[in-house]
């Protein structure tokens, strides 16, 4: 069965940081590229960021560039995002996703961990 | 940026058919998918290029995509059924979803 189980989140003050990992399993993790996306409380979904199968290609939305890292340890079978520089705004539930192989889309989502930035 | 432009509601009557509508420059030339979310969970997708249904997923929904828009129908809609539903396609290798639709069925 595959399990993405993210972990990680909580308070934060802004221009803090914080890093967020999501434990695969049940899948050969290291041949999938893998996603993150976040939901602010009460508003729609918003893809962040993405990675390649061997952690080389990266991609991240505008709003995260330059403050967020996306990286992969695939001995682990673990993504992690690294945040810094962290705003109000970046205030969300934070899932791990896989694209399904030939599916372009989204077929296993974890079950989210939430980022508050406040003071 | 890409955009793609969903209705903010839509409201159905059990039993009766619901579609959902995804709105983007050329969308017919990309791979749309639709995802469900119910409160609190996670979302589950339940379309993928355009009008392919995962296992698991009732047959009463379809897709389709052509032009600039993409359609989520739902037949003999069901109470369990409400839910928003989120379309989404990709940019190059970033991932766009549109804004969300609630499904209302009363």
């Known amino acids: 069965e595959v399990q993405l189980v993210e972990s990680g989140g909580g308070l934060v003050q802004p221009g803090g940081s914080l890093r967020l990992s999501c434990a695969a399993s049940?899948?050969?993790?290291?041949?999938?590229?893998m996603h993150w996306v976040r939901q602010a409380p009460g508003k729609g979904l918003v893809w962040v960021s993405r990675?390649?199968?061997?952690?080389?290609?990266?991609t991240y939305a505008d709003s995260v560039k330059g403050r967020f890292t996306v990286s992969r340890d695939n001995a682990r079978n673990t993504l992690f995002l690294q945040m810094n520089s962290l705003r109000a705004e970046d205030t969300a539930v934070y899932f791990c996703?896989?694209?399904?192989?030939?599916?372009?889309?989204?077929?296993?989502w974890g079950q989210g961990t939430l980022v508050t930035v406040s003071s | 940026s890409y955009e793609l432009t969903q209705p903010p509601s839509v409201s159905v009557s059990p039993g009766q058919t619901g579609s959902i509508t995804c709105s983007g420059d050329?969308?017919?030339?990309?791979?749309a998918c639709w995802y469900q979310q119910k409160p609190g969970q996670s979302p589950v997708m339940v379309i993928y290029?355009?009008?392919k249904r995962p296992s698991g997923i009732p047959e009463r929904f379809s897709g389709s995509n052509s032009g600039n828009t993409a359609t989520l129908t739902i037949s003999e809609t069901q109470a369990m059924d409400e839910a928003d539903y989120y379309c989404?396609?990709?940019?190059?290798?970033?991932?766009?979803f549109g804004g969300g639709t609630k499904l209302t069925v009363l």
């Open positions: 996703a896989r694209v399904g192989a030939g599916t372009f889309a989204i077929d296993y």
């Open positions: 049940g899948f050969t993790f290291s041949t999938y590229w």
């Open positions: 990675i390649n199968t061997d952690g080389v290609s990266t």
């Open positions: 050329k969308l017919g030339d990309k791979f």
């Open positions: 290029q355009d009008n």
């Open positions: 989404q396609a990709w940019d190059s290798s970033t991932a766009v």
